[in-house]
């Protein structure tokens, strides 16, 4: 079994910094495309940011130059470097990593159980 496990969310004020954590654990094979997402209350999950194996990233325009993504190949981790945050930026966050299991053929995405980022104003 694959598990996803984020960490590092809490409550910080606005202008403040926050960095997310996510490890990969189990069979893996390897991890493609690794990426955050976001849901704040009574919007739709939205892509944040996203970072292939290789080291490739894009973001959402809403957090371009204040959020920064990045990778330990060899820890299965992703890590989401959130600086300069802003009230709307409240929201659960996911991780998600397009991954291969050591008994599979194919790829398949799996998702974190979310972690709570708040900033008040």
């Known amino acids: 079994q694959v598990q996803l496990v984020e960490s590092g969310g809490g409550l910080v004020q606005a202008g403040g910094s926050l960095r997310l954590s996510c490890a990969a654990s189990g069979s893996i094979f390897s991890i493609n495309v690794m990426a955050w997402y976001r849901q704040a209350p009574g919007k739709q999950r939205e892509s944040v940011a996203a970072?292939?194996?290789?080291?490739?990233?894009r973001y959402a325009d809403s957090v371009k130059g204040r959020f920064a993504i990045s990778r330990d190949n060899a820890k299965n981790t992703v890590y989401l470097q959130m600086n300069s945050l802003k009230p709307e930026d409240t929201a659960v966050y996911y991780c998600?990593?397009?991954?291969?299991?050591?008994?599979?053929?194919?790829?398949?995405?799996?998702w974190g159980q979310g972690t709570q980022v708040t900033v008040s104003s």
């Open positions: 998600k990593a397009d991954l291969i299991q050591r008994s599979s053929d194919y790829y398949t995405d799996y």
């Open positions: 970072i292939t194996g290789s080291g490739s990233t």
